[in-house]
């Protein structure tokens, strides 16, 4: 039994297909079928059950198969400290992001990395929180850009920043006039809100002190939310570094603070505590809070 027969295992259990797995290994699915089985020999367990047309895992290999992604995160972490011992700066980041921040942040982050990191190796994932935080847990990503703070307790995570929130308006409205907004004026029929499952959804709500009904859309991008103001179908909230977007030279959208100073969000950098590479998530952290716009409040200068 060797890692990369355990790999094998573990991308077989997740394809549920022998000759999917084989392709994302880069091996012939013989090749694969052959380990799979000489595994299961060496172990005297079945580790799947083979029909014609699918795969299931036993239950005795689900037992092994979860102390087998175990292994491979170890592995993967003897790895990553070794890279670390060699040059704490250099090596793979794969970094994950929500929607609401990456479009505004990313552009401004990678050419500060590339001037002060030239030796990293960054992969950038934008999904949304709980599929992001899932990914951390399971080891596919390294660390993640969020608003909200961990539910999972094997996450910890490093302050980067406190952001307000603006409201982005139509013009015309009849707030429009106001020099600051109380989110708590908003009405609820006029609120435009992200689809189910992004942070900001619940954020904003919070904020505007309701529940019920309002607009949503079912688009993952908060431009469309944005495009729907300008075009005069109602209010929205913003996070402050979305106030780098285009957006701004929209025309049709006024944007103003918001009065009570509740609205605002915690902008952090999540990673696993396990994860033995924190030198260069201080470093990241550390860039982050140096590049941010001062619409925001960063946690170190």
Known sequence: MNIRDLEYAVTVADFGHFGRAAEACHVSQPALSGQIKKLEQELGVDLFERTKRSVRVTD????????????????????????????????????GIIPTIGPYLTPLLLPSLTHHLPRLELTLVESMTHVLEQRLVDGDIDAAILATPPEESRLTAIALYDE?????????????????????????????????????????????????????????????????????????????????????TDAGIAVRREKSGLAQRTVTLVFRASYPRREILEKLADIICAIVPDTVNPSRR
């Open 60 to 95: 005795a290999g689900e037992d092994i198969l979860r102390l087998a992604r175990q292994l491979l995160e170890q592995a993967d972490a003897i790895r990553e400290t070794a890279d670390a011992l060699k040059d704490p700066y250099a090596g793979r980041l794969r970094l």
């Open 164 to 248: 307000p929130f603006w409201i982005a308006l139509p013009h015309g409205h009849r707030l429009e006039a106001e020099e600051s907004i109380d989110a708590a004026d908003i009405q609820l029929d006029e609120l435009l809100l992200l689809a189910d499952g992004h942070c900001l959804r619940d954020q904003v709500l919070s904020f505007c002190h309701r529940g019920g009904s309002a607009t949503n859309t079912q688009d993952t991008s908060l431009a469309t939310i944005l495009a729907l103001v300008g075009a005069g179908a109602g209010v929205t909230l913003v996070p402050a570094i979305s106030l780098q977007g285009s957006w701004m």
